[in-house]
């Protein structure tokens, strides 16, 4: 008679006789429980017969892990350390291993085994108290099953404790189980649910764990090693007790000769063999990934968006229990790149305690490829540390924004150019500058309480036309633009644009909203910028491409890309900030190929930026003081390629920018911008003046007896201040 049929017999005589021994055996089984808790034996089996035998049986707590774009592993997020398998990539000795130690008449017995429960009844007849339970792997599986499902450490308690309804409830629970799957089915869910000790749970995980292997490839002794824990994980932990999971892996392979699975020379061999455990501990979180900011932002993502599940438990189980494979944007390539440049530039462990964070956007996708940071992931009262991830929004990292800057005149330029505006348009830019005559999109009057200024001596008292005034940065001339085309109509533009505060709300809508009072992250500032290079194409920033379980997809939030502005004016943007990196505020960040940027420098120096951009890559670089800008400007400090007197945004945020895109970017086809309509040059180029200046200015050099370039006024802007040499020269010396 074939295995098979002989089982499909057993399973037979089972099912026919299931209610005669259940009467009998279970009785005398829990004789000692009926005694103790006043129940008489007929009562325990009325209650027997009167339990649901079906059980659904649950999904098993499985590991999550994020991958990169290349499908890298940058972490690992679980409830319980599992990773299921089928019984197919279990090794055959591990199966083995299992049966003869738990219960080695596994494949001739059904739900009960006879046997097993006579030979538990008298032992436990004559101590007084149950001292054996005779399970079965099939109890054995239900017990654990019982306790996954609880739904907290009461229950898990009562699925645990040695009671007579647990013991009630596994064996009728155990004879539904046996209808419903195959022997093979029952060891497979076994084989995964069960706890190895040291945080492992399942055989792969386990495997892993204690010896570097998939349970596919367990050796003998490994095999009867694990085997072995799963009566007692702390006593039979080989990692923590080795003495003891010696000897308990000794008695499973004389177990295992015993019934004759493996011969007498494969048992020598194997205990011959001294434990030799490889510890592979899996990290759980962000803590020590290779992206750990980026990863956190994820996490986040996950952990507070709706779509993920309707509660943040169920959004958390997910996450935890799930077993998702989430794809992500992230390229390894251009995250060292990030991570290399901003902790050259602002090394994570300075003396002056300043920090940076940077954002790489890929235009048109609006996928995040890289978010670095120059601290590591945890306590932030430690040095070099900090939980707080400031490239992102407040529910992405509990960020609330750092003042944006210069950077955002890039969208009065836009509306200008929308409007219908010109290169050559000019406008005068006064030395300080009234705020008065604006209006939000209320149709209220607003206005600073005081007048604006500029940062450098030189910047006003004359004209400037959309080209020279943004390469130059001109505070009063862009307050003049942002009054000529509407606050409201500029505050359209940034929100048009994705931009909004770090802290979710709306743009607070002022005068000096083009100067960048308003507090943003880096993330969606690079988006924002991504758009121009992607010609007005804007796309949400997105860090998740797609995520699997073992259910099948599951939805993730899209970029919601759309054509934001129109081509001719985001390529007419494009041709003006590329200016900046050549002849503006940011010259000598060029990166070889065509680019595009922005310098950024708040009030009193509290921080600096820089955002910056090609057809196929966006970034946005903000360098500052995580303690509070104001508090702890960014003047008479020391980092890591210099010292500054005060930082600029092309002094720090621009070359980190430099150095990224031009090592991100190194293996990516360049393609250039697309030229502006000829409809804006009908004023001219925008740089006549500009040439004419420059011609007088050395002139007057020459007269002088000055070399042409130098004697040049302190600063073009709020943006670039040339220094003085000798002052350059002491700070370098004097640099710690």
């Given at each position: 008679?074939?295995?098979?049929?002989?089982?499909?017999?057993?399973?037979?005589?089972?099912?026919?006789?299931?209610?005669?021994?259940?009467?009998?055996?279970?009785?005398?089984?829990?004789?000692?429980?009926?005694?103790?808790?006043?129940?008489?034996?007929?009562?325990?089996?009325?209650?027997?017969?009167?339990?649901?035998?079906?059980?659904?049986?649950?999904?098993?707590?499985?590991?999550?892990?994020?991958?990169?774009?290349?499908?890298?592993?940058?972490?690992?997020?679980?409830?319980?350390?599992?990773?299921?398998?089928?019984?197919?990539?279990?090794?055959?000795?591990?199966?083995?291993?299992?049966?003869?130690?738990?219960?080695?008449?596994?494949?001739?017995?059904?739900?009960?085994?006879?046997?097993?429960?006579?030979?538990?009844?008298?032992?436990?007849?004559?101590?007084?108290?149950?001292?054996?339970?005779?399970?079965?792997?099939?109890?054995?599986?239900?017990?654990?099953?019982?306790?996954?499902?609880?739904?907290?450490?009461?229950?898990?308690?009562?699925?645990?404790?040695?009671?007579?309804?647990?013991?009630?409830?596994?064996?009728?629970?155990?004879?539904?189980?046996?209808?419903?799957?195959?022997?093979?089915?029952?060891?497979?869910?076994?084989?995964?649910?069960?706890?190895?000790?040291?945080?492992?749970?399942?055989?792969?995980?386990?495997?892993?764990?204690?010896?570097?292997?998939?349970?596919?490839?367990?050796?003998?002794?490994?095999?009867?090693?694990?085997?072995?824990?799963?009566?007692?994980?702390?006593?039979?932990?080989?990692?923590?007790?080795?003495?003891?999971?010696?000897?308990?892996?000794?008695?499973?392979?004389?177990?295992?000769?015993?019934?004759?699975?493996?011969?007498?020379?494969?048992?020598?061999?194997?205990?011959?063999?001294?434990?030799?455990?490889?510890?592979?501990?899996?990290?759980?979180?962000?803590?020590?990934?290779?992206?750990?900011?980026?990863?956190?932002?994820?996490?986040?993502?996950?952990?507070?968006?709706?779509?993920?599940?309707?509660?943040?438990?169920?959004?958390?189980?997910?996450?935890?229990?799930?077993?998702?494979?989430?794809?992500?944007?992230?390229?390894?390539?251009?995250?060292?790149?990030?991570?290399?440049?901003?902790?050259?530039?602002?090394?994570?462990?300075?003396?002056?305690?300043?920090?940076?964070?940077?954002?790489?956007?890929?235009?048109?996708?609006?996928?995040?490829?890289a978010m670095a940071i120059d601290r590591k992931l945890g306590d932030s009262s430690k040095r070099g540390m900090m939980?707080?991830?400031?490239?992102?929004?407040?529910?992405?990292?509990?960020?609330?924004?750092?003042?944006?800057?210069?950077?955002?005149?890039?969208?009065?330029?836009?509306?200008?150019?929308?409007?219908?505006?010109?290169?050559?348009?000019?406008?005068?830019?006064?030395?300080?500058?009234?705020?008065?005559?604006?209006?939000?999109?209320?149709?209220?009057?607003?206005?600073?309480?005081?007048?604006?200024?500029?940062?450098?001596?030189?910047?006003?008292?004359?004209?400037?036309?959309?080209?020279?005034?943004?390469?130059?940065?001109?505070?009063?001339?862009?307050?003049?633009?942002?009054?000529?085309?509407?606050?409201?109509?500029?505050?359209?533009?940034?929100?048009?644009?994705?931009?909004?505060?770090?802290?979710?709300?709306?743009?607070?809508?002022?005068?000096?909203?083009?100067?960048?009072?308003?507090?943003?992250?880096?993330?969606?500032?690079?988006?924002?910028?991504?758009?121009?290079?992607?010609?007005?194409?804007?796309?949400?920033?997105?860090?998740?491409?797609?995520?699997?379980?073992?259910?099948?997809?599951?939805?993730?939030?899209?970029?919601?890309?759309?054509?934001?502005?129109?081509?001719?004016?985001?390529?007419?943007?494009?041709?003006?900030?590329?200016?900046?990196?050549?002849?503006?505020?940011?010259?000598?960040?060029?990166?070889?190929?065509?680019?595009?940027?922005?310098?950024?420098?708040?009030?009193?120096?509290?921080?600096?930026?820089f955002a910056g951009y090609t057809p196929d890559m966006a970034s946005a670089v903000w360098v500052g003081d995580p303690?509070?800008?104001?508090?702890?400007?960014?003047?008479?400090?020391?980092?890591?390629?210099?010292?500054?007197?005060?930082?600029?945004?092309?002094?720090?945020?621009?070359?980190?920018?430099?150095?990224?895109?031009?090592?991100?970017?190194?293996?990516?086809?360049?393609?250039?911008?697309?030229?502006?309509?000829?409809?804006?040059?009908?004023?001219?180029?925008?740089?006549?003046?500009?040439?004419?200046?420059?011609?007088?200015?050395?002139?007057?050099?020459?007269?002088?007896?000055?070399?042409?370039?130098?004697?040049?006024?302190?600063?073009?802007?709020?943006?670039?201040?040339?220094g003085s040499p000798f002052l350059d020269w002491l700070l370098q010396a004097w640099r710690p």
């Open positions: 008679m074939g295995a098979k049929t002989g089982d499909t017999l057993a399973r037979l005589r089972d099912l026919a006789t299931v209610g005669f021994i259940a009467g009998m055996l279970t009785a005398a089984l829990l004789l000692p429980y009926a005694l103790m808790s006043g129940l008489s034996v007929r009562a325990a089996n009325r209650g027997f017969q009167g339990l649901p035998a079906d059980l659904v049986t649950p999904a098993l707590p499985q590991s999550s892990v994020i991958l990169a774009a290349d499908g890298s592993k940058l972490a690992t997020f679980y409830y319980e350390n599992r990773v299921e398998v089928p019984l197919a990539q279990i090794a055959p000795v591990m199966r083995k291993a299992i049966v003869a130690i738990e219960d080695s008449r596994f494949y001739e017995h059904g739900a009960l085994d006879v046997k097993g429960t006579l030979r538990a009844v008298i032992a436990n007849l004559r101590a007084g108290e149950v001292i054996q339970g005779g399970s079965t792997l099939s109890q054995q599986y239900i017990k654990n099953a019982l306790a996954e499902m609880a739904d907290n450490a009461q229950e898990r308690r009562s699925a645990l404790e040695p009671t007579a309804g647990r013991k009630l409830r596994e064996l009728r629970y155990a004879v539904g189980l046996e209808k419903r799957f195959t022997k093979d089915q029952i060891l497979e869910k076994y084989l995964n649910i069960a706890y190895f000790g040291d945080g492992a749970y399942g055989v792969e995980a386990a495997a892993r764990h204690y010896f570097g292997e998939h349970a596919a490839d367990l050796t003998l002794d490994q095999a009867a090693m694990l085997a072995g824990i799963v009566r007692s994980p702390t006593v039979y932990n080989p990692h923590l007790h080795p003495k003891h999971g010696r000897q308990r892996r000794d008695l499973v392979l004389n177990r295992m000769l015993q019934l004759k699975v493996i011969t007498p020379a494969e048992a020598a061999t194997a205990r011959a063999r001294p434990v030799k455990l490889k510890i592979t501990k899996t990290p759980n979180g962000c803590v020590t990934s290779s992206a750990p900011f980026f990863c956190d932002y994820v996490q986040r993502e996950i952990l507070g968006n709706p779509v993920f599940g309707k509660t943040l438990r169920q959004r958390k189980a997910l996450l935890q229990r799930g077993g998702l494979e989430i794809h992500t944007t992230l390229d390894p390539t251009m995250q060292k790149a990030a991570q290399h440049a901003v902790d050259r530039h602002v090394p994570p462990k300075n003396s002056s305690g300043k920090a940076a964070a940077e954002v790489l956007v890929r235009p048109g996708t609006g996928e995040i490829t939980w707080v991830n400031l490239a992102a929004d407040s529910d992405h990292g509990s960020s609330l924004g750092m003042q944006a800057g210069s950077t955002f005149k890039v969208f009065t330029l836009a509306e200008a150019f929308r409007q219908d505006m010109a290169f050559g348009d000019k406008l005068f830019a006064p030395k300080e500058f009234v705020p008065t005559g604006f209006r939000n999109c209320a149709g209220h009057r607003v206005g600073d309480s005081t007048a604006l200024g500029n940062a450098g001596d030189g910047e006003g008292g004359r004209d400037f036309t959309l080209v020279t005034g943004t390469w130059h940065s001109v505070n009063t001339f862009f307050l003049e633009l942002e009054r000529k085309v509407g606050l409201c109509e500029t505050y359209k533009m940034a929100t048009r644009l994705g931009m909004r505060k770090a802290t979710g709300g709306k743009l607070e809508q002022y005068p000096s909203f083009t100067l960048g009072f308003n507090t943003v992250s880096p993330v969606r500032l690079a988006a924002a910028y991504a758009a121009f290079g992607a010609r007005g194409r804007y796309c949400s920033p997105i860090a998740i491409t797609g995520i699997t379980s073992p259910k099948g997809p599951v939805k993730v939030p899209s970029a919601k890309c759309h054509q934001a502005i129109d081509r001719d004016v985001a390529d007419a943007v494009n041709h003006v900030l590329s200016g900046v990196l050549t002849k503006g505020t940011a010259k000598g960040n060029e990166i070889g190929r065509p680019a595009a940027g922005k310098t950024g420098t708040v009030d009193n120096f509290s921080s600096a930026w303690r509070g800008g104001y508090k702890h400007p960014l003047r008479d400090v020391c980092l890591g390629e210099g010292c500054f007197a005060q930082v600029y945004g092309a002094d720090v945020p621009a070359p980190i920018w430099r150095d990224t895109m031009t090592e991100a970017l190194r293996d990516v086809p360049e393609h250039g911008f697309s030229p502006p309509s000829g409809g804006f040059f009908r004023k001219g180029s925008g740089e006549e003046e500009e040439e004419k200046d420059k011609k007088d200015k050395e002139k007057g050099d020459a007269k002088a007896g000055d070399k042409p370039g130098h004697g040049d006024e302190p600063g073009h802007g709020d943006d670039r201040d040339e």
